[in-house]
């Protein structure tokens, strides 16, 4: 007789097919993958968006793949991306910017005076102006948050609706245009190459990246955010970290709003306001992208990435003929949808159920 002992389906100890438990195996890994990488996941809507919208459209063809309105995406893209690197860090920090996007608008008209009006070389009148209204205003934002100990939520918005003010006030509610000493660097800011705007906000993704992933500055960002008085004690200068946070953001509001007005040809008073309020849109995409509102934690990438499905979100809705009325719908359901992820995200990870 055999020793052999013949094991019934179902008996304890059987061995699954191998098949089945190899595939739920290999699913199970992805899915804990994608839980612990929050880029993959912003990643994956973006791709399912360009998906949709590539070849659903009003006339029935894929016009999302067109030149013409690639361009156009990555005209809406790159200013809410890069505003977005320095909301990021602020938002990690513990703090936010509403006035950035009034930056946005301000600093191309103190471009156009210094150039104009003052006489100032077309070169060294963008650098001021980006330094002046963009580093500027972000060391009083930094001097009002950090050592007057203004909420920043509410010292931003005032300096914000004072710069709205100058804005409309030096500029008369009116446009006005390039000045012609520097038209010819027009190129390198998106006009006439509407994907310049875009490389610019590729090369400053690696360098943001690069510098809170990579260096002291961007590790004592996050342990400011999570742990203030901890980093103190630890020697970090916690007051640094935030007024330099501040005059970077703002000074990546003041280039993209100059970006902005070379790529239209025009400087706008209204280019920052209501109906287009770039401050909004950043903290969205960094949000989206998987950075907390509370501090502590955030991404550069996916900042990027949550710009992204904002801009193919505006313009998909335009390619398939839909109205832009509801768009704001979609955006608020967008982020709600994202912070829930994130915080159901976060307590499986203190739970160690994510790692």
């Not at 361009?71 to 920090?93: D, K, R, T």
């Not at 008209?109 to 100032?120: A, N, S």
């Not at 070389?121 to 948050?145: D, E, K, R």
């Not at 109205?323 to 359901?333: E, K, R, V």
Request: net charge positive.
């Amino acid at each position: 007789m055999s020793n052999t002992v013949q094991r019934a389906p179902g008996v304890a100890g059987q061995q699954p097919e191998p098949g089945t438990g190899t595939a739920w195996r290999y699913l199970r890994q992805a899915g804990l993958f994608l839980a612990r990488q929050r880029e993959a996941t912003v990643f994956i809507v973006v791709l399912l968006l360009i998906a949709y919208f590539g070849f659903i459209s009003s006339a029935g063809r894929p016009v999302f793949f067109t030149k013409i309105d690639l361009v156009n995406l990555s005209v809406i893209a790159a200013p809410i991306m890069i505003i977005a690197y320095g909301e990021v860090l602020l938002l990690i920090c513990g703090e936010i910017d509403l006035s950035v996007g009034f930056i946005y608008a301000f600093a191309p008209f103190i471009m156009y005076f210094l150039i104009q009006y003052d006489g100032v070389p077309g070169i060294l009148g963008i650098i001021l102006a980006i330094l002046i209204v963009g580093g500027g205003v972000g060391w009083v934002n930094a001097f009002l948050t950090v050592t007057l100990r203004l909420p920043s939520f509410v010292a931003t918005l005032g300096t914000g609706f004072i710069l709205g003010g100058l804005t409309l006030t030096m500029g008369h509610g009116e446009q006005a245009p390039i000045p012609p000493s520097v038209k010819g660097l027009g190129s390198w800011f998106g006009q006439a190459n509407g994907f310049a705007q875009f490389y610019w906000a590729v090369i400053l993704l690696v360098v943001f990246h690069l510098l809170l992933r990579q260096t002291r500055w961007g590790l004592h960002t996050i342990a400011v955010g999570g742990n203030a008085l901890g980093a103190r004690e630890a020697g970090v200068n916690v007051a640094r970290i935030k007024y330099g946070n501040f005059m970077l953001t703002g000074i990546l509001g003041a280039f993209a709003g100059i970006q902005t007005a070379f790529q239209t040809d025009l400087i706008d008073t209204f280019s920052g306001g209501a109906a287009y309020q770039p401050m909004f849109y950043a903290v969205a995409a960094a949000v989206i992208g998987g950075t907390a509102m509370l501090g502590g934690s955030g991404t550069i990438i996916g900042a990027f990435l949550g710009a992204a499905v904002l801009a193919v979100l505006t313009d998909g809705f335009a390619v398939i003929g839909v109205s832009a009325y509801p768009l704001a719908i979609f955006f608020g359901g967008a982020i709600l949808i994202a912070m829930i992820a994130n915080v159901q995200l976060a307590r499986l990870r203190g739970e160690g159920r994510v790692r």
